[in-house]
């Protein structure tokens, strides 16, 4: 019976979803950490009378059409990439971007990596690294002895040296924004890389023309509301029973033609 399958996929797909919801709900203290949703579509139709043939000698045509869907699909799990909150944290190496950009990341095998979270740390050679040690791209380093570091909303990076007492420029964070940023491929650790559907990056100065500013001493928040997660979570739990019935109503109606025979 062809509704065994169909809610079969129905299930498969509310499965993904809670499991979409699930990292959400799991993410809702990752620094810059952007949600993600489900996009579903329906299957292939098997057309048992199409709409506009004729019925009759006379020539009436069927207004409608009889078809007989075969279920859902998971079609894609975009992120969410709005703004999330930005908090106050009162460290000098947390920085968080108001608008559009992502912080270019240096990876070992030499490729670029993409992230909002600004939760930066200095390695023992003064270079300013994320939280795993990669380094932030330009390769800033803080001298040991410099004092009043600053880092300005275009980015500039500033600090106060030994015997001068006007701050001196020591590196410039840049920016990347794409076309399509929900088409970025994320690698875990709070990064991403270009795919060929998020487009080459853009990259300028904090503040130039489309591009977000930078805000020292903060840290953007994950975009996740949990009342809407909760809600969404629970409209997946009655879906996913709801083809479950539909499964156990199939059974119930082959069973009883079984008994007829």
């Not at 300028?204 to 020292?216: A, F, I, V």
């Amino acid at each position: 019976m062809r509704a065994l399958y169909t809610a079969a996929t129905g299930m498969m797909a509310q499965e993904a979803n809670v499991e979409v919801i699930s990292n959400n709900i799991a993410n809702m203290r990752t620094t810059g950490y952007k949600k993600q949703r489900v996009d579903f579509q329906d299957l292939l139709y098997q057309t048992l009378r199409r709409a506009g043939t004729t019925t009759s000698d006379t020539g009436t045509v069927a207004p409608v059409g009889v078809e007989i869907g075969s279920g859902v699909r998971t079609a894609g799990t975009p992120r969410i990439m709005s703004q999330g909150g930005v908090m106050p944290t009162d460290k000098d190496y947390d920085v968080a971007i108001r608008g559009e950009g992502f912080f270019r990341i240096e990876l070992p095998d030499g490729r670029i990596a993409y992230t909002r979270d600004g939760s930066f740390e200095v390695d023992p050679n003064g270079i300013l690294v994320t939280v795993d040690g990669y380094q932030v791209e330009g390769g800033i380093t803080i001298p040991p002895d410099a004092t009043n570091f600053s880092i300005n909303s275009e980015g500039l990076v500033q600090a106060t040296l030994p015997g001068q007492a006007a701050p001196q420029d020591i590196g410039q964070i840049q920016l990347s924004r794409f076309v399509n940023k929900s088409g970025l491929e994320s690698i875990g650790e709070n990064l991403f890389v270009e795919t060929e559907g998020s487009g080459t990056p853009v990259t300028e100065n904090p503040g130039g023309e489309g591009t977000g500013t930078l805000l020292q001493r903060h840290l953007e928040q994950a975009n996740v509301n949990s009342v809407t997660e909760i809600s969404d979570l629970i409209a997946a739990q009655r879906a996913y029973e709801m083809n479950a019935k539909v499964i156990s109503a199939a059974e119930e109606m082959l069973q009883a033609t079984t008994n007829m025979r």
